[in-house]
C-alpha cells in the first residue's frame, strides 16, 4: 500500500470492521508523514506512551489553529462553552481535573463508584429481563446504549424521564471527533454538532442553577459547589466538565460492551468459561481494552517543541496522531498480539490512554463492563452472532459496531 494512501486507509469506512491488517502495515512505518501540512502518524506502543507523557505534546485546541486544523479549534469553542479540560494544557487542566476528581472518585469520594455497584447490577437485570420471550435482540439499542446511558445520568444527577433526550445531542457531538468527517467539511453537520453541545449546554445550565439552590446527593452538585484548595468551577467550567462527562462516561462504555461481547461470541470456549467463572470478567475487559479498545486513535495534539522520534524530528507546531490500537497490537510489546488471550500475564494496555489525559472514568467503565458481560454470559443461553461482520458506526476514532443482532434460545 502507497505511503500516500496510509492515512486516508485509517479513516476509510471500508476498513472499519476490520482496521487491524492496516495498523499492521502503518507500524511498518512507525513515524508516518505523507504530505506538507499533515500529521504525523504514530504507531509503536513505546513511542505512543512515551508522547502520552510528554510535556512539549499539547492538548490545548487553541494550538491547533496553529498546526492547521482550525476547523477542530474552532468546535471546541462552539455552543457559548470553553473547552473541557481533556484539551486543555496544565495548570489549568490539572486544576479542573483535581476539583472533578474530587467529585468523581478517590480520596474525597473513594466509594462513589462502589457504591453504585448495586444500582448497576439492578439495571442490567432489568434490561435483560426486559428481552422477555424475544430470540433476537439488537445489543447495541436493547443493552449496551441504555445501561451507560442510566448509569451516568443517574450519577450525575440527571432525571430519569430526560435520559432519551440525550442520543439526539451526543450524537452528533460524538460523530464531530472523527478526522474523516472535519476533512470533507460538511458545514451542515458542524451545525448540527454545535447546536447540539448549545442544547446541551442549556439544559445542564437549568440543572447547575437548581443545584446550586437544592444541593443533593450526585456529581453535579459536588461539582456546582466544590470549595477546595483548587478553588470553585465557574459555571462555564461546570458546564464543560458536565457536558465532558456526560459524553465521556457512556460512549465509550457503550463500545467496549458492544466490543466486548461480539468478541466473546467469536471465542465461544472463552464465553462458555466466562458463564461458569464470573470473576473472569475482570481479566477479560483488560484483554478487550487492548484487543478491541473503543479509542481508536488520538487525533487532537501538538507539539510545542521539536521532538525526535526514531531519529525523525517532528518539528514544533505538528498536529500528531497516536494511534492506540494499532500500539496494542504491537509485537515489540505483546506476545503474539493478535490473540484474544484474557489469561495474558501483562496487559499492560494503551486502551484508556496513559499520562495526564488517561481516562477519567476508567473505574466506571471498567466495572460496567465487567457485570455486564458477566450477566450476558450467564443468562443468554445459547447466544450466536446473527450478522458478521456487523454493521459499524462510521467514526474512526471511536469504534464499534452501531447494532449487534444476537440470537438466542432464551434466558436463564
Known amino acids: 500500500m502507497p505511503h500516500a494512501s496510509m492515512m486516508r486507509q485509517i479513516t476509510d469506512f471500508a476498513n472499519r470492521a476490520d482496521p487491524y491488517p492496516v495498523y499492521e502495515k502503518l507500524r511498518g512505518t512507525p513515524v508516518l508523514h505523507e504530505e506538507e501540512g499533515g500529521p504525523y502518524i504514530i504507531s509503536s506502543?513505546?513511542?505512543?506512551?512515551?508522547?502520552?507523557h510528554d510535556p512539549r505534546i499539547s492538548s490545548d485546541a487553541a494550538n491547533l489553529t496553529a498546526a492547521g486544523d482550525d476547523e477542530l479549534a474552532r468546535s471546541e469553542e462552539t455552543g457559548g462553552l470553553p473547552p473541557s479540560f481533556l484539551r486543555l494544557d496544565p495548570p489549568e487542566h490539572d486544576r479542573l481535573r483535581r476539583i472533578a476528581n474530587s467529585a468523581f472518585g478517590p480520596p474525597h469520594r473513594p466509594r462513589r463508584i462502589e457504591s453504585m455497584q448495586g444500582d448497576m447490577q439492578e439495571i442490567v437485570t432489568g434490561l435483560i429481563d426486559g428481552f422477555g420471550d424475544a430470540h433476537e435482540i439488537d445489543l447495541v439499542d436493547q443493552f449496551?446504549?441504555?445501561?451507560?446511558?442510566?448509569?451516568i445520568c443517574r450519577l450525575l444527577g440527571v432525571p430519569r424521564e430526560d435520559e432519551p433526550r440525550f442520543r439526539a445531542w451526543v450524537d452528533p457531538l460524538v460523530a464531530s471527533l472523527d478526522p474523516?468527517?472535519?476533512?470533507?467539511?460538511?458545514?451542515?453537520?458542524?451545525?448540527?454538532?454545535?447546536e447540539a453541545r448549545m442544547q446541551l449546554g442549556m439544559y445542564l445550565a437549568g440543572l447547575v442553577e437548581q443545584r446550586t439552590r437544592e444541593p443533593r446527593d450526585d456529581l453535579l452538585s459536588d461539582l456546582v459547589n466544590s470549595r477546595g484548595p483548587d478553588g470553585a468551577m465557574t459555571m462555564m467550567e461546570v458546564l464543560s466538565t458536565s457536558v465532558l462527562l456526560l459524553i465521556a462516561g457512556h460512549?465509550?462504555?457503550?463500545?467496549l460492551i458492544t466490543n466486548g461481547m461480539l468478541t466473546l461470541l467469536r471465542h465461544p470456549d472463552i464465553l462458555r468459561r466466562l458463564r461458569e467463572e464470573p470473576g473472569l470478567s475482570v481479566r477479560i475487559v483488560e484483554e478487550l481494552l487492548r484487543y478491541e479498545p473503543p479509542v481508536q486513535l488520538v487525533p487532537q495534539r501538538t507539539c510545542i517543541a521539536d521532538i525526535?522520534?526514531?531519529g525523525i524530528t517532528i518539528p514544533k507546531g505538528s498536529r500528531i496522531w497516536l494511534v492506540l490500537a494499532a500500539g496494542n497490537r504491537d509485537p515489540e510489546r505483546f506476545e503474539d498480539p493478535q490473540r484474544f488471550d484474557p489469561d495474558r500475564g501483562d496487559i499492560q494496555h494503551l486502551g484508556f490512554g496513559s499520562g495526564i489525559h488517561s481516562c477519567f472514568g476508567a473505574p466506571l467503565a471498567r466495572l460496567e463492563t465487567q457485570i455486564a458481560l458477566s450477566e450476558l454470559a450467564r443468562r443468554l443461553r445459547d447466544p450466536r452472532l446473527v450478522e458478521d461482520p456487523p454493521p459499524y458506526r462510521p467514526n474512526a476514532v471511536l469504534r464499534g459496531p452501531r447494532h449487534l443482532r444476537i440470537a438466542f434460545e432464551g434466558l436463564d
Do not use: C, H, S, W
Open 45 to 52: 506502543y513505546y513511542d505512543i506512551k512515551a508522547l502520552l
Open 308 to 310: 525526535e522520534v526514531r
Open 180 to 194: 474523516d468527517t472535519r476533512q470533507n467539511g460538511d458545514a451542515d453537520f458542524q451545525k448540527t454538532a454545535q
Open 144 to 151: 449496551a446504549y441504555p445501561f451507560p446511558v442510566t448509569v
Open 251 to 255: 460512549e465509550t462504555t457503550v463500545n
